[in-house]
């Protein structure tokens, strides 16, 4: 009785601020981190406050083209059955883009036993989680995600900013950090920062990135990984959605263009002891410089040795393997350093209270809840095992990056189905069918056959 007064009085606080909604947006992430869910109409919004509703689980376990996979259940071999689902507390929001007063919240589905659906990406984090957790402590989270704009009115992918002033060519060069390119999609920006607020999404810097028409969103940090990850999601559909009313396109595809920069998604992690201090640097050797106390050697060297086999989860597409080149300023190596971009673990300038790492090697298509699972995971393993990363990159350093972890979509399925170190923290069942899905969908991929095979092999062959 409790959860449904405590649902309803949300609903009812939101309505009371943002106008009576007419209809309910219900979501929920899938294995892609793509949203999936129904809309619901007002009659039924105070059944669904008050006993849920069912869903189909095989929802949460699709393809990238919403597809069911042979041998994973909860789809055609089964049956397709639904599950027992039910809205989040604290996550009803109004949709300020709708042309009518409407509402979203998330939700969550059980399975037979009661418990949280294993398939259900935010299961899979809390599981990761949970071992960095023991002993009180908080893990201090936060994402930032790269995008390009897309020009919507183009017959073929291009960047929709900035031009040349006075002209429609577009601008060459990348004109990385310039203002100006803010300023040229600055009702957009107006947008998106409007719409985060109204559904408590912590907005921070916005900035003109590396190439033309790309742009970088930062959110807050959060002392709860999983809230992160639904920040990291929501300020995707906030952003596509602002995209499409200022007539762009928004790309969060790893690699758009071959010959521009590819777009990441950048988790950064601190973790607070039971006594609010910070865990990296208040160990044994209270160390928030180089060459940094034990603790975080260890979490970076965690990383480090998992970095080939959990290569899948933060690259989980065809096209993100093309944003995994030595020469583009992605990270192909398990390597670490301080004040760096070039690495896979880079420590930005921090003192002994906020010290912490930031893992770059995701795309900006990757699943934020799986990447953020594992690198929990690689944390919690470096600390407990004391894995040592090896030589730290230091600021300043020229590198030239080796390709060291696996730069083609099939080569990763097999070291993340090898992974002894991962069914622990992301449960055997899920590391099964996620492996089961990325593969089946890397044979649909592969079996297509593009313009490509035309224009390199038809006259010649």
């Not at 939101?14 to 947006?25: I, N, P, T, V, W």
């Not at 037979?112 to 659906?117: A, Q, T």
């Not at 597409?317 to 301080?338: H, I, K, Q, T």
């Not at 592969?446 to 010649?460: C, G």
Request: charged share 25%; hydrophobic share 40%.
């Amino acid at each position: 009785m409790a959860k449904r007064a405590s649902l309803l009085s949300e609903l009812r606080a939101a309505e009371k601020k943002y106008g009576r909604f007419e209809s309910l947006d219900l979501l929920i992430p899938d294995l892609s981190g793509f949203l999936k869910g129904k809309r619901i109409r007002r009659g039924d919004f105070d059944k669904v406050c008050d006993g849920g509703f069912i869903f189909c689980a095989g929802a949460t376990m699709l393809t990238g083209l919403g597809e069911v996979v042979p041998g994973v259940p909860y789809g055609a071999d089964d049956g397709d059955p639904d599950l027992p689902a039910a809205l989040i507390p604290g996550s009803i929001v109004p949709v300020p883009w709708s042309k009518k007063p409407m509402g979203q919240a998330f939700f969550r589905m059980r399975s037979e036993d009661g418990g949280n659906f294993f398939g259900d990406p935010r299961t899979v984090l809390e599981k990761a989680i949970a071992p960095l957790k023991a002993g009180g402590k908080k893990i201090v989270v936060a994402t930032e995600l790269e995008f390009y704009l897309l020009d919507a009115a183009s017959d073929t992918p291009r960047v929709g900013t900035p031009k040349v002033p006075g002209t429609n060519r577009p601008q060459p060069g990348g004109q990385v950090y310039h203002p100006d390119d803010l300023f040229e999609v600055e009702g957009f920006l107006d947008d998106v920062y409007d719409w985060c607020k109204a559904q408590n999404v912590p907005a921070d810097a916005a900035i003109s990135e590396y190439s033309p028409g790309q742009y970088e969103i930062n959110l807050h940090h959060v002392d709860d990984p999983v809230l992160a990850c639904d920040h990291a999601v929501l300020l995707k559909r906030i952003v596509k959605a602002a995209a499409r009313k200022h007539g762009f396109i928004a790309c969060f595809m790893a690699k758009p263009f071959e010959n521009y920069a590819g777009s990441g998604l950048h988790i950064h992690m601190s973790i607070v002891d039971k006594d609010g201090k910070n865990f990296f640097s208040q160990g044994k050797e209270k160390m928030a410089q180089p060459p940094f106390s034990a603790r975080l050697r260890h979490a970076v060297g965690g990383l480090l040795k998992l970095m080939p086999e959990t290569t899948l989860l933060c690259a989980p597409n065809a096209n993100s393997y093309r944003r995994l080149r030595p020469d583009m300023f992605a990270p192909v190596e398990p390597n670490w350093g301080v004040n760096h971009r070039v690495v896979s673990v880079r420590i930005p300038e921090s003192d002994e209270r906020n010290l912490r790492l930031e893992h770059r090697v995701a795309g900006a298509d990757a699943n934020p809840y799986l990447v953020m699972a594992a690198v929990a995971a690689g944390v919690h393993y470096g600390v407990k095992n004391r894995i040592e990363p090896g030589t730290m990159i230091e600021q300043g350093q020229e590198i030239t990056p080796r390709l060291r972890i696996p730069n083609r979509w099939e080569a990763a399925i097999d070291k993340f189905e090898g992974s002894k170190v991962l069914p622990a923290y992301l449960g055997s069942d899920y590391c099964r069918y996620y492996a089961r899905v990325r593969r089946y969908e890397a044979e649909q991929f592969h079996n297509k056959i593009a313009q490509q095979d035309f224009d390199w092999y038809l006259r010649a062959v």
